[in-house]
């Protein structure tokens, strides 16, 4: 019986353990659209210990699941950056800001409108 119980106290002991290098983060990225979303997921989920990456279209918010222990946010942060969308209070480069789609310009007023108006629809 004690060893039962030894190894089940082992067991749980060793799962609380292995979900504590799970961190969750929370960033405000600007974007506009769905392929805005994907450029933004996609630079997330490069980052290596990144192993989940949503963006809401509608809030701004990237929910990031990540282990602490390989994944750094700066670097995820400036991933993002590197593709063109800013991030809380950085901003993306003008050059990698230029490279997106022209319909992902979420700094030109026109942009988001032209967005808000295909959503009321």
């Known amino acids: 019986m004690k060893k039962i119980v030894s190894v089940l106290l082992f067991f749980a002991v060793s799962m609380a353990f292995a979900q504590s290098k799970n961190a969750r983060a929370s960033l405000v990225v600007d974007g506009v659209c769905g392929m805005c979303k994907e450029r933004i997921e996609k630079a997330s989920i490069k980052t290596k210990g990144v192993k989940s990456a949503i963006w809401n279209v509608e809030t701004h918010e990237l929910k990031l699941i990540y282990n ?54």
């Open 68 to 121: 602490a222990k390989k994944a750094d946010l700066g670097e995820v942060k400036q991933n993002i950056l590197a593709v063109g969308h800013d991030v809380n209070d950085l901003k993306a480069s003008d050059e990698a800001y230029n490279s997106v789609h022209a319909c992902c310009r979420y700094r030109d007023e026109a942009v988001k409108d032209d967005h808000k108006k295909e959503k009321d629809q």
